[in-house]
């Protein structure tokens, strides 16, 4: 396609982004696909899944009185057939059609050619353009090309305008949805909160709107904080003296007089006086500017929006730290965040966190698995599709176990989850009474559980559960929350702590897994494929330094105690695995020799990468125990990355690829007599677990969460029983008929309420 029409697509998108609602963006779509087709007719219809029909929302040239009021049932008209079809219908004489429907109030008889392309969003149908014209004629190649690329870039704008209209309660009943948006479950559970939205200070438009408390304050804040950018901009201007050309300084001059504009302050008071917070009014007034500026012509001009919308970062920089100091978290504050991250978690004071709702993030990513860890209910992945700083203070219900929330719920929604709410309580008393039992299935088969910590530090919640020891504590925490890599006595001082709570309960002290999502703030890595780069052991045996300073903490702080083993994250070699095992021996030696008394750790390997799979049996001949990291095997198995929403639905425990790689580590361990430990949020799955029963695995490590309602499983199940399931699964084919076979026997025995409360 030429560029003109690159042009007139990216004019077109910007134009609905810039829309106050959704019926001007739909309205400023149909003219200016007219305008650029030089068509007679453009509409948009909306398809709505409750009356399975089409629905008018914007037309250029029918009667626009039809707007809102047409409705065509998806099995009739031309349009019906495009949303069933899903791909482009071109006719040239519609009205010969055998689909043709007549619809009186659109006057559209004198339209001979129909051309309609469907909207589509993440693989479901959300719209058809139609676009029509008097005189017969079979729309070209170029006519389909740019309205199939439109409707591909727009199709993410309608779903989010779509969702912002009922968000704000403004929608007209054109999908009678009750504002219920479906996302990727997280972690499992129901609440019901306010939203507070965790914004980034440097990205303005993610500041929500609130309500100010005292207007007159609002705009002497907003006036100071003007001052202070002014300065600031005239100081740096001036600090660069002459070492810059007299034409460059200037620039800050002109930002310094942007910042203080008459236009730019009078219509941000405005927006204050008419009952916004100063920081949600210099959101609307620096987009407003930013966009002027954007649909300029001139590509110099265009790039000024920047410059705008970094002059109100600044101004934002000056709002922002009072109003987060006096910050008040709600009762049951629901956290809700573009790209909340493990960190903003402990921001809010934890007997108020409720819930969680994120824009990234997928039920593997280290988000989900301290939510998994703190038992709260979070949903995630709606990035690009819910405006959600337009949840700050509205009543939000998190499902955890569906992947849904549930904006301004109507009172029966209310009632609905309220019981829900009441039946998991009372699962959940159920479940704890199981605390002291083993974990056994009906035919005498032990399998032991233990959880996963050390993404936070309470671990007492653990104990308390029942747990027979850490399986794994994921190490990276205190190295994230500092500012340096924690020295040797830091470290032990934490290890030792876990130790000693546990003890005699073993406890697997991880190695550092860093890199992939786990940053460190004072050691960048900038890597373009970051969970196929610099991670784990790759990591820690390039710094020896920071491995062996680990190695000595723990087992320093295991002093005392004989219940340490040491796990080896990310093998994929033999060479890895025997360095780092030299490397443990040698910090071993080193303690003795300062005249402690110490045994050698049990050590473990992950299994986590596939290349160790197929090396299982010589791994196994160099370690104590084998632990599977299911998050990670699964994300390169499948090749489908643990964090991303787009590709969440792919990531599936119950693949029947990944469920051979299990059972060719389970036969390789028990072959070679080694522990095997399944680790991951996939252990937590009730219905795998009942495969692992099959696969007679040794121990199981997940969060404190899931343990009661998994140790029910093995305690229904017989290991003969399984044993016949995981027969009939080695049969299908398919990921969806293995979880619908697993589910009816989880329904079967009676635990339909882990998949869903009531269920
Ligand atoms: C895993 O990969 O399954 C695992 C337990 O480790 P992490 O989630 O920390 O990568
Ligand atoms: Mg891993």
Not at 138 to 158: E, V
Not at 471 to 479: A, D, I, K, S, V
Request: proline share 5%.
């Amino acid at each position: 396609m030429d560029s003109p029409l690159l042009g007139t697509i990216h004019r077109i998108v910007q134009s609905i982004d810039r829309s106050a609602d959704l019926s001007h963006a739909l309205d400023n779509l149909v003219v200016g696909i007219h305008e650029a087709l030089n068509v007679d007719v453009c509409s948009i219809y909306l398809n709505n899944k409750i009356t399975d029909s089409n629905i008018l929302m914007a037309t250029y040239g029918l009667n626009p009185d039809s707007v809102g009021n047409v409705s065509i049932p998806f099995d009739e008209g031309l349009v019906g057939l495009v949303t069933q079809l899903m791909e482009p219908v071109n006719i040239e004489n519609a009205h010969l059609h055998p689909r043709f429907k007549y619809i009186p109030e659109c006057g559209e008889e004198p339209f001979q050619s129909f051309l309609g392309i469907p909207v589509i969003h993440h693989g479901k149908n959300l719209a058809v353009l139609v676009v029509q014209q008097v005189s017969p004629r079979r729309f070209g190649d170029q006519d389909i090309a740019f309205l199939t690329t439109l409707a591909a870039l727009i199709a993410g704008n309608i779903a989010f305008a779509k969702a912002r209209g009922l968000i704000d309660e403004q929608g007209t009943d054109f999908s009678q949805s009750r504002g219920s948006f479906e996302g990727i479950a997280g972690a499992p559970g129901i609440s019901i909160g306010t939203g507070v939205f965790s914004y980034n200070y440097t990205d303005i438009s993610t500041i929500p709107d609130r309500k100010p408390e005292d207007i007159a304050e609002e705009e002497t804040r907003f006036r100071s904080a003007i001052n202070e950018v002014v300065k600031e901009l005239e100081t740096i201007g001036q600090k660069f003296g002459d070492n810059l050309p007299k034409a460059d300084r200037m620039l800050f001059d002109a930002f310094a007089l942007i910042a203080g504009d008459e236009e730019l302050v009078d219509a941000t008071i405005g927006r204050i006086r008419a009952g916004n917070w100063a920081q949600g009014a210099l959101r609307d007034t620096i987009e407003w500017y930013a966009a002027k500026f954007e649909s300029l012509d001139d590509a110099y001009m265009r790039e000024r929006a920047n410059d705008i919308r970094n002059i109100g970062c600044r101004i934002l920089g000056y709002l922002q730290p009072k109003a987060q100091a006096e910050k008040n978290y709600p009762e049951k504050t629901i956290l809700v965040g573009e790209d909340l991250s493990p960190m903003d978690l402990a921001i809010v004071p934890p007997e108020k966190l409720a819930g969680i709702v994120s824009g990234h993030g997928s039920a593997y990513s280290h988000l989900a698995i301290l939510a998994h860890a703190l038992n709260i209910p979070a949903v995630l992945g709606f990035s690009g599709q819910l405006p959600l700083p337009r949840l700050d203070g509205k009543t939000v219900i998190v499902d955890g176990y569906q992947g849904r929330i549930i904006v301004s719920p109507s009172d029966l929604e209310m009632k609905e989850y309220r019981e829900l709410n009441a039946e998991e309580k009372l699962l959940t008393e159920n479940l704890a009474m199981l605390q002291n039992e083993p974990a056994i299935t009906t035919d005498g088969i032990r399998i032991h559980l233990y959880t996963n910590t050390g993404l936070l530090t309470g671990f007492t919640q653990a104990l308390s559960v029942g747990t027979e020891g850490i399986g794994l504590y994921r190490t990276e925490l205190p190295f994230m929350s500092k500012d340096s890599f924690p020295s040797e006595d830091e470290q032990q001082s934490l290890y030792r702590q876990v130790l000693e709570a546990y003890s005699p309960l073993p406890v697997t002290l991880r190695t550092l897994d860093i890199g992939g999502d786990k940053p460190l703030p004072y050691f960048p890595f900038d890597e373009p494929n970051p969970f196929l780069g610099w991670r784990g052991i790759r990591f820690t045996l390039d710094h020896p330094d920071i491995l062996m300073t680990q190695l000595r903490a723990m087992l320093r702080a295991s002093i005392g105690f004989e219940n340490l083993r040491i796990l080896l994250p990310m093998i994929s070699s033999i060479d890895e695995l025997e360095q780092a095992v030299a490397l443990i021996h040698r910090a071993c030696d080193d303690i003795r020799d300062e005249g402690h008394f110490i045994s050698l750790p049990k050590i473990g390997a992950m299994i986590e990468v596939p290349a160790a799979v197929y090396q299982i049996e010589s791994i196994a001949r160099r370690v104590d125990f084998l632990t599977v990291g299911t998050n990670d095997l699964i994300q390169y198995l499948l090749a489908v990355d643990r964090n991303n929403e787009l590709v969440a639905r792919l990531f599936e425990p119950l693949h029947p690829a990944v469920l051979e790689v299990l059972t060719y580590i389970a036969t390789a361990a028990k072959r070679t007599g080694t522990h095997l430990s399944i680790c991951g949020e996939a252990a937590g799955d009730p219905a795998l677990v009942i495969l692992l029963i099959a696969m007679k695995v040794d121990s199981l490590s997940l969060g404190a969460g899931d343990l009661p309602r998994i140790k029910w499983v093995i305690r229904t199940f017989s290991y003969e029983h399984a044993r016949e399931i995981w027969q009939q699964v080695r049969q299908l084919e398919y990921s969806a008929q293995i979880r619908r076979l697993l589910t009816d026997e989880l329904v079967k025995h009676g635990m339909g309420g882990l998949i869903h409360p009531g269920g």
